[in-house]
């Protein structure tokens, strides 16, 4: 099992920058990707960002390309999440989760934390 804490969120203006990290714990070898996922008030969850566990291969929803930045240290088995250019709408709990080899469904996930950007 892995377990996964995110920490980071907070309050901030819009076209302000927030750092998200997630720290991995466990049996973090077995990751295969991990990803960045958000769940705004009265809507379904929506995947943000995802990273391999190498480093490569970042990629992103539409909504964040160009404003958020994903990367991972593997030595503190911790993925970040860079967020610039906030806007109100990307307000949400986002929460980090884990995909592991052989699979193709994330089954891990963080506790989430709260992102509030204010117009």
């Not at 291969?57 to 240290?73: L, W």
């Not at 806007?87 to 994330?106: I, K, L, M, W």
Request: aromatic share 12%; charged share 15%.
């Amino acid at each position: 099992q892995v377990q996964l804490v995110e920490s980071g969120g907070g309050l901030v203006q819009a076209g302000g920058s927030l750092s998200l990290s997630c720290a991995a714990s466990g049996r973090t070898f077995t990751t295969y990707r991990l990803g960045w996922f958000r769940q705004a008030p009265g809507k379904e969850r929506e995947f943000v960002a995802s990273i391999m566990r190498s480093g490569t291969y970042p990629h992103y929803a539409d909504s964040v390309k160009g404003r958020f930045t994903i990367s991972r240290d593997n030595a503190k088995n911790t993925v970040y999440l860079n967020m610039n250019s906030l806007r109100p709408e990307d307000t949400a709990v986002y929460y980090c989760a884990a995909q592991f080899a052989g699979t193709s469904t994330y089954s891990s996930w963080g506790q989430g934390t709260q992102v509030t950007v204010s117009s």
